[in-house]
Structure formats: structure tokens, C-alpha cells
């Protein structure tokens, strides 16, 4: 059965305190990794798409990367708007239309 | 661009009673997805339906059920209402099949159970 374990569950950061957020998966043939934001009250936004091993997004602060068995995302000197809980799911081919997510890391940056 | 949107965005039942939920895709979006997210709890997939066809299906009981229509916008229906199907319920939406797709998510229904 495919997992997605994300850690850790909460990070407070300084503003502009760089760190990692961390997703490991299993799953019987990657599909794509996806990485969302969900702010309260609200549903994920999308935020990237990776597919295989070594490649990487980047969109104004935040960077993601991918491995066989893990992603990171790296949030490059925070700001308070960036506040969120960050969601990472995984797609497998034996599992089509299926989104398998972790439960989260909640992000809290303080000015 | 307007996003996936979800009718009504609250609703409270009572435990044995039936709900329908409503969700519009992203114009364009032919494939439809409904996860339940209890609280303290990830998403959890419910169904998916493409084309106006149950795709795949989690790992819930048969008194959740659904469809799609002709214009892709779809229904979940759950009948038979219990005190644990409180939950935040959302909608996404994606192009189709092919080249795995990101799931673009609405706000959601917010359904309490009393």
C-alpha cells in the first residue's frame, strides 16, 4: 500500500530562518509527486509537480527537490505569509486517479 | 480563471439522515475527485470520476456514493448518516488521465454531524 510520511509535524521559524520540510514515500511505481499548501478553512493549493529522481521546482521562496525514496522542501528566508500547512502526495501507477497524501507539516514563521 | 467551487460550504444533519454535495470543476477539467478530511486526519480519497465513469473508489462503505455529469460537474451523495462522516469534504478537479496530473482542490463542504 502506498505511504506518505511527512516530517516534522510542526516548525516554527524565525523570519528569514531558512529549513526543510521533509516527505518520504512508498509506492509501487511513481506516478508524480505533488506539493500543496492549505491555509485554515481552506482546500490544498497546488503548488508543485515532480516526477522523477534529481529533478527540482523552484517558485519565489520555496524549492522542491526529489529522490527515490524522499522530497524536500526548502523554504529559503521565510516570511510570515508563509505561514501554512504544507501537504506532499504521491500518484501510482497501480492506483490511477488516486492522490495518497502525508499528513502534513504546519509551518508557523513569526515576524 | 475561475476555480473548482463546492455547494454549500457548511451544512449540519443529524446522525441517519442523507446530504448531497455539489462541485463545479475548472472549466476544461473533464476528471473530478472527492477526498474527506476528518479533523486531525489527512485527506483520504473518496472517488473519482471521469468522463461521467466511477474511475477507482477508496476505501469507504457503499452509502458514500456519487456521479458525474455531462457538463463534469459531479455529486457526492452519502446516505445514512453517522456521527464520524463529520468532516471537511473537498473537491478537485484535473484535465484527465494520461501524464499524472495535479489535483486543483476547492475549499469544501464542512459537514458536521449531530
Known amino acids: 500500500e502506498d505511504q506518505v510520511t511527512q516530517s516534522p509535524e510542526a516548525l516554527r521559524l524565525q523570519e528569514g530562518e531558512s529549513s526543510s520540510l521533509n516527505c518520504s514515500y512508498t509506492?509501487?511505481?511513481?506516478?508524480?509527486l505533488f506539493w500543496y499548501r492549505q491555509d485554515p478553512g481552506k482546500g490544498p493549493e497546488f503548488l508543485f509537480t515532480l516526477y522523477s529522481a534529481g529533478e527540482e521546482k523552484e517558485k519565489e521562496r520555496l524549492k522542491a527537490t526529489l529522490t527515490k525514496k524522499e522530497s524536500f522542501l526548502h523554504i529559503t528566508a521565510p516570511k510570515p505569509e508563509d505561514s501554512a500547512t504544507y501537504l506532499c502526495a504521491v500518484q501510482a501507477d497501480t492506483n490511477a486517479g488516486k492522490s495518497t497524501f502525508g499528513d502534513g507539516t504546519t509551518l508557523t514563521v513569526k515576524p | 480563471e475561475a476555480g473548482v467551487t463546492q455547494s454549500p460550504t457548511h451544512l449540519i444533519k443529524t446522525r441517519g439522515q442523507q446530504v448531497t454535495l455539489r462541485c463545479s470543476p475548472i472549466s476544461g477539467h473533464t476528471s473530478v475527485y472527492w477526498y474527506q478530511q476528518a479533523l486531525g486526519l489527512g485527506l483520504q480519497f473518496l472517488l473519482w470520476y471521469d468522463e461521467g465513469e466511477e474511475r477507482n473508489r477508496g476505501n469507504f462503505p457503499p452509502r458514500f456514493s456519487g456521479r458525474q455529469f455531462p457538463n463534469y460537474s459531479s455529486e457526492l451523495n452519502v446516505n445514512a448518516l453517522e456521527l464520524e462522516d463529520s468532516a471537511l469534504y473537498l473537491c478537485?478537479?484535473?484535465?484527465?488521465?494520461?501524464?499524472?496530473?495535479?489535483?486543483?482542490f476547492g475549499d469544501g463542504t464542512r459537514l458536521s454531524i449531530l
Open positions: 478537485a478537479s484535473s484535465p484527465g488521465t494520461g501524464v499524472s496530473q495535479p489535483q486543483h
Open positions: 509506492v509501487s511505481g511513481l506516478r508524480g
